[in-house]
């Protein structure tokens, strides 16, 4: 069975200073791994994923993430954060029948 | 434009009514799904469908029903059951097979029952 634990429920970071999300997962086999960004009452969208080859990789609106087998760890980064990346963000690991299993998510919130 | 919609984004009920929220996908997948939100929770999968005429639970079914009678449409019920159903609910639809399945999520309905 897969799971995600995402270390920290709120992440509070200054305009322009760097975002670091942190996920690890569980898998009995090599994983499908997601972020996705939801804004205040709204759906999610993806932001990126990481399914093989590179172990970096690069998504939307400046996100990243790297996939550390060794670690289990799939951490979401931003060199530079911006007033417009304050939402919730969740890293999920898809399991069988394509179905998705979700940390409990992240709350960023940026200061001015 | 291709996507999913939900109605309504806002639903009141009295507590004991049944309530049933639609999803609409015109993105020709095959797998529809929906999940429960709560905050600090996550999402949880409620039901999830992986063509038409056929579905499964998830980890919190109970207390929900769903029905998948054509392939863009997957309602989903809120039974008088379902102990604590004031949440925000979210479907989502994907195509199926082997590898990675990108999920596309609707805006979401958010139910408060009084």
């Known amino acids: 069975a897969q799971s995600v634990t995402q270390l920290g429920s709120h992440v509070s970071v200054s305009e322009g200073a760097l975002v670091l999300l942190r996920c690890n997962y569980s898998?009995?086999?090599?994983?499908?791994l997601f972020w996705y960004v939801q804004y205040p009452n709204q759906g999610l969208q993806l932001l990126l994923k990481?399914?093989?080859?590179?172990?970096l990789v690069k998504g939307i609106n400046g996100f990243e993430a790297e996939f550390k087998k060794s670690e289990t760890s799939f951490h979401l980064t931003k060199p530079s954060a911006h007033m417009s990346d304050a939402a919730e963000y969740f890293c999920?690991?898809?399991?069988?029948?394509?179905?998705?299993?979700f940390g409990a998510g992240t709350q960023v919130v940026v200061t001015p | 434009d291709g996507g999913i919609t939900q109605s309504p984004k806002y639903l009141f009920r009295k507590e004991g009514q049944n309530v049933t929220l639609s999803c609409e996908q015109n993105?020709?997948?095959?797998?529809m799904y929906w999940y429960r939100q709560d905050p600090g929770q996550g999402l949880r999968l409620i039901y999830y469908?992986?063509?038409?005429?056929?579905?499964q639970k998830g980890d919190i079914a109970e207390g929900y029903s769903v029905s998948r009678e054509k392939k863009e449409s997957f309602p989903l019920t809120v039974t008088s059951a379902q102990k604590n159903p004031t949440a925000f609910y979210l479907c989502a639809s994907s195509i199926t097979g082997e590898g990675w399945n990108e999920q596309f999520f609707g805006p979401g309905t958010r139910l408060t029952v009084l």
């Open positions: 990481y399914t093989t080859g590179a172990t």
């Open positions: 469908s992986q063509i038409v005429n056929d579905f």
């Open positions: 999920a690991v898809q399991g069988s029948w394509g179905k998705l299993q």
């Open positions: 993105l020709n997948h095959d797998a």
């Open positions: 898998s009995s086999v090599p994983p499908y």
